[in-house]
Structure formats: C-alpha cells, structure tokens
C-alpha cells in the first residue's frame, strides 16, 4: 500500500514538472521582447563585405545569412545569443542585452581570419626509397623524338589534315567567292571557260612548256 502511494506521488511531481517547466519557458519568452537585429559583416581589413556568413540562434532553431553587401536582418529575442560562423573565419557571438529600451540593434562586425597550421605530410609513391629507385631503374623510357617523328610523319599529317575544320582565312575566301558568284547571276550567265581565249592561250603555252608531261 504504501509502495502504491509513493509511486502515484513520484507520478504526479513528474507530470508536474513537465507542465510547469514548458508553461514557465513559455510565459519567459512571452515576457521577452522582440528586438530586430541588423548589421553589416566586414573582413579582418574592414574594407571588403563578407558574404554568406551563417547568422543564428543555437536554442531557438532561428538563423538566416548576410547578403551579397555583407547586410543581414533578423528577429531576436533579448537575452538571446547569436552565432556568427563561416569556413575560414573565427566564430563569434554575440549576446543580446537582458534590458533593451529601443526595439532595434544595429551591428558592425568584423571577422577575423582562422588560420590553422597543419603538419606537412609527404606522400612516396613507395613504401621504401629502395623499392621506388628499382621500379625507376626498371622504367622502360620512351624516346621522345621517336614520338615526334611518327607525329610528324606525312601519313600523320595527311589524316590531320582531312579531319581539320577550315580555317578562318579559307572561310572568308570562300564567302567572297560565293558572293561573287551570286552577283554574276544577277547580271548575266556564268562565263564558259571553254569559250574564253585567255584560257586556251594559258593551255596552250603550259602544253609548250611540258607542264602536262612533268605530271
């Protein structure tokens, strides 16, 4: 029975404590005012803004991030305790008063630079130094000129070529000789070259020169 009694009692002071003690933190935050706190994040130089900075409230779940001009705006509760963090730069906190007449705070914040020095590490590619001087002296070198040779070789060279886009000096000849073309249209017919004499004379005097028997 009176096992039974002491239980039940346990049982109410627990049920007490969990209603009064959110009830309690509740009536604390409603007595509480509002401030809105605002402000600019500038480097460790204060000349340039920082952007990006992680802005919040760790207990109140609350936070958002300075802007492109390092301005940020958030709603905070007085007593409440703001974290500013960002890769590379100190962590900093700031507490807000207990008693704030104006319902506005404006900061200027200055972060520092976090430099943290790191033990050098030198990666082998080996286990032991014996071991990469045999796998060095067991390196089948390829000579160099031999690459350039074969990259050179006229075969090599005609494949480039064939598979090479035009080049800017061929595409404008092009474009002139297809505007060319276009006006001869306009104006009359294309010339035949079979029927200008010119080009029989050029015919004739490369058939005197031997220029055909040398190809």
């Known amino acids: 029975m009176k096992n039974s009694l002491l239980i039940n009692a346990i049982f109410i002071v627990v049920l007490g404590v969990l209603f009064i003690v959110p009830q309690a933190k509740a009536q604390d935050a409603q007595d509480k005012k509002v401030i809105q706190l605002s ?3 500038l480097n460790a130089d204060s000349t340039d803004a920082v952007a990006g ?21 958030m709603p905070v509760l007085e007593g409440d305790s703001v974290v500013f963090s960002f890769i590379g ?35 082998m590619p080996y286990p032991t130094e014996e071991e990469f001087k045999q796998a060095v002296i067991a390196m089948n070198v390829v ?4 690459i350039s040779r074969a990259n050179m070789s006229p075969e090599m060279l005609l494949r480039w070529a064939e598979s090479m886009p035009a080049s800017s000096n061929e595409n404008f000849r092009y474009f002139q000789q297809t505007q060319m ?15 200008d004499p010119f080009a029989w004379g050029q015919f004739i005097r490369s058939i005197k020169r031997g220029d055909l028997k040398s190809k």
Do not use: C, H, W
């Open 39 to 41: 402000g600019i994040i």
């Open 53 to 73: 900075v992680n802005i919040y409230v760790p207990t109140k779940g609350r936070g958002t991030s300075s802007g492109r001009f390092g301005y940020f705006s």
């Open 89 to 123: 730069l100190k962590r900093q906190v700031f507490k807000v008063p207990q008693k704030v007449e104006d319902d506005r705070i404006s900061l200027i914040l200055t972060m520092q630079v976090d430099e943290i020095a790191l033990a050098e590490v030198e990666v």
């Open 143 to 146: 000579d160099p000129m031999s």
């Open 181 to 195: 073309l276009q006006n001869q249209d306009l104006y009359g017919p294309r010339p035949l070259r079979l029927l």
